[in-house]
């Protein structure tokens, strides 16, 4: 079975500073791995997407993420964090050889930027 | 192009009722999902439809939740009867065809359902 963990319910970053958060997954095969970003009663939006090819992956709204196959990980960073980032972070993982390639989520990450 | 539409936005019920939720994908999407997302929980696949077609119910409570997307389109969730742990935001989401496995999903604004 295929599951995500995200290990910190919550993380806080001053404006201007640096940001990451956490992920790892565990899959049979290989994996296609999701980032997305849940702003109050809203939808999920798509951050960005590891298929194959370059570890490091870039997407919206200056998002990047680091594919690492050794520690299973798929870690969401960005250089400068802003106060509009703060939402409510997903990791998915899609195990690509399963019938119907299910998404499983992580639990969520809640990202708080301070002024 | 417009997004996933749901409707309602927000349901309150009382257990053992019966409550549908709509979706409208966007359009020329031929997949589609339900999910449930639990306060402070991630979302958690229900469905998914390839046109019209069931390609994945294996996490759907049979029991008491049924799903239909007629004419590989709108799709309606229902829940009968509720209880009280199906308070939850039904999530509905749609990705295009022929793009196998490496494509997103986009997902609707939800329905916030509270059983009392």
Known sequence: AQSVAQPEDQVNVAEGN???VKCTYSVS???????YVQYPNRGLQFLLKYITGDNL??????FEAEFNKSQTSFHLKKPSALVSDSALYFCAVRDIIRAGNMLTFGGGTRLMVKP | EAGVAQSPRYKIIEKRQSVAFWCNPISGHATLYWYQQILGQGPKLLIQFQNNGVVDDSQLPKDRFSAERLKGVDSTLKIQPAKLEDSAVYLCASSPPGRGASYEQYFGPGTRLTVT
Do not use: A, I, R
């Open chain 1, 18 to 20: 640096p940001l990451t």
């Open chain 1, 29 to 35: 095969g290989n994996p296609y791995l999701f980032w």
């Open chain 1, 57 to 62: 992956v870039k997407g919206s709204y200056g």
